[in-house]
T-cell receptor, first 112, second 114 residues
């Protein structure tokens, strides 16, 4: 059975801290791994990763994929209160067309 | 602007009633999905449709039904057979062609059984 496991489940940090969120997966015929940020309602797209070892960056956020060890990390540097959200990891498989399997999410709270 | 519209935003249902959640997209996406989100459990797939007039059960389809008569629309009915329907429901769509870009999500419907 395909599964995506995120850790930690929740995290509280202070503004300015750096955080690392983890996502491990087991899926048949891996296609891609995606990170989303969910603040109140609709998740918003952050990154899509398909190749190992290539870091994707957007401002203070970055992510990298290790297809050998079957995991990805999402880093957030110099955290701000606006980074408080649920961060979702999802994996797509060639077996299922465009269907994604989601992890439970990491709840991040940044205190001022 | 292209996007996905879910309605209503909040919905209250009495036990034993069927309710229908609306999902409309104008992105010309072929595929549409319904997910349920409960605290601490992430998103779980209810139903998905890769093309008009075709849909497949997801991991938790019991107590739910869908239709896909038009490309733009993928309504979800929560039936009385669903024993614990209180949850946040998210609709999503994706392009089935070309480079795979993940999902576009609607803003969700929060369903509460009273």
């Amino acid at each position: 059975e395909d599964k995506v496991v995120q850790s930690p489940l929740s995290l509280v940090v202070h503004e300015g801290d750096t955080v690392t969120l983890n996502c491990s997966y087991e899926v048949t015929n891996f296609r891609s791994l995606l990170w989303y940020k969910q603040e109140k309602k609709a998740p918003t797209f952050l990154f899509m990763l398909t190749s190992s070892g290539i870091e994707k960056k957007s401002g203070r956020l970055s992510s990298i994929l290790d297809k050998k060890e079957l995991f990805s990390i999402l880093n957030i540097t110099a955290t701000q209160t606006g980074d408080s959200a649920v961060y979702l990891c999802a994996v797509g498989s060639m077996e299922y067309g465009n269907k994604l399997v989601f992890g439970a999410g990491t709840i991040l709270r940044v205190k001022s | 602007d292209g996007g996905i519209t879910q309605s209503p935003k909040y919905l209250f249902r009495k036990e034993g009633q069927n309710v229908t959640l609306s999902c409309e997209q104008n992105l010309n996406h072929d595929a549409m999905y319904w997910y349920r989100q409960d605290p601490g459990q992430g998103l779980r797939l209810i139903y998905y449709s890769q093309i008009v007039n075709d849909f497949q059960k997801g991991d938790i389809a019991e107590g739910y039904s869908v239709s896909r008569e038009k490309k733009e629309s993928f309504p979800l009915t929560v039936t009385s057979a669903q024993k614990n329907p209180t949850a946040f429901y998210l609709c999503a769509s994706s392009s089935g062609q070309g480079y795979y870009r993940g999902y576009t999500f609607g803003s969700g419907t929060r369903l509460t059984v009273v």
